[in-house]
């Protein structure tokens, strides 16, 4: 059980489009999930709390007009990375619980964004 | 915000042999996780710990923390290519409802056959 999917497991695009990765629970309810990016030889970094039916709690120093998060049901939330730069190519993965309160996070597959 | 500090960065081992990667926190640790990840990869929950001198194992690998709880040690026995890997030390930042992980950086784990 507790099993999260993301998708796309990849996607390039180029330089000032936009890109939308879905994170979805698939035997659970997530009244919440969060995003993280990781670069390369790096730990994860959370970007931002994802609340279902209410605005995104973002991390100091993430743009939230730029990371768009969008709840908007107890099974699935979007990331859409818009205008996305270069420096925006990353691996991107999400995580929820399926237990509320001090609780394993369980992750997706991640998604790695390449913009070229 | 919680600083987790994982030593060593990188191991790489002869198969068989047992390691010890540890995580130190600049604060008490309300709950801490290790995972393991394969590069490009999600995270694979391993064990959770909360409670100072806690120690758990599952198969060949034990995860302990210490009585003050800012400190816990990852140890595998008879190392396989299998335990290959990153493994990262989250902790709970406490508080609240919605409770966030921050994560070191990860130990590169290589296991020769």
């Known amino acids: 059980g507790a099993v999260v999917s993301q998708h796309p497991s990849w996607v390039i695009c180029k330089s000032g489009t936009s890109v939308k990765i879905e994170c979805r629970s698939l035997d659970f309810q997530a009244t919440t999930m969060f995003w993280y990016r990781q670069f390369p030889k790096q730990s994860l970094m959370l970007m931002a709390t994802?609340?279902?039916?209410?605005?995104?709690?973002?991390e100091q120093g993430v743009e939230k007009d730029k990371f768009l998060i969008n709840h908007a049901s107890l099974t699935l939330s979007t990331l859409t990375v818009t205008s996305a730069h270069p420096e925006d190519s990353s691996f991107y993965i999400c995580?929820?619980?399926?237990?509320?309160?001090?609780?394993?996070?369980?992750f997706g597959n991640g998604t790695r964004l390449t913009v070229t | 915000s919680q600083e987790l500090e994982q030593s060593p960065q990188s191991l790489i081992v002869q198969e068989g042999k047992n390691l010890t990667i540890n995580c130190t926190s600049s604060k008490t640790l309300y709950g801490l996780y290790w995972y393991k990840q394969k590069y490009g990869e999600g995270l694979i929950f391993l064990m959770m710990?909360?409670?100072?001198?806690e120690e758990k194992s599952h198969e060949k690998i034990t995860a302990k923390l210490d009585e003050k709880k800012q400190q816990s040690s990852l140890h595998i026995t008879a190392s396989q290519p299998s335990h290959a890997g990153i493994y990262l030390c989250?902790?709970?930042?406490?508080?609240?409802?919605?409770?966030?992980?921050?994560f070191g950086k990860g130990t590169l784990l290589t296991v020769n056959p």
């Open positions: 995580s929820a619980r399926a237990v509320q309160g001090a609780s394993p996070l369980h």
């Open positions: 989250g902790a709970d930042e406490g508080g609240g409802s919605n409770y966030k992980l921050t």
């Open positions: 994802s609340n279902e039916g209410s605005k995104a709690t973002y």
């Open positions: 710990l909360q409670k100072g001198g």
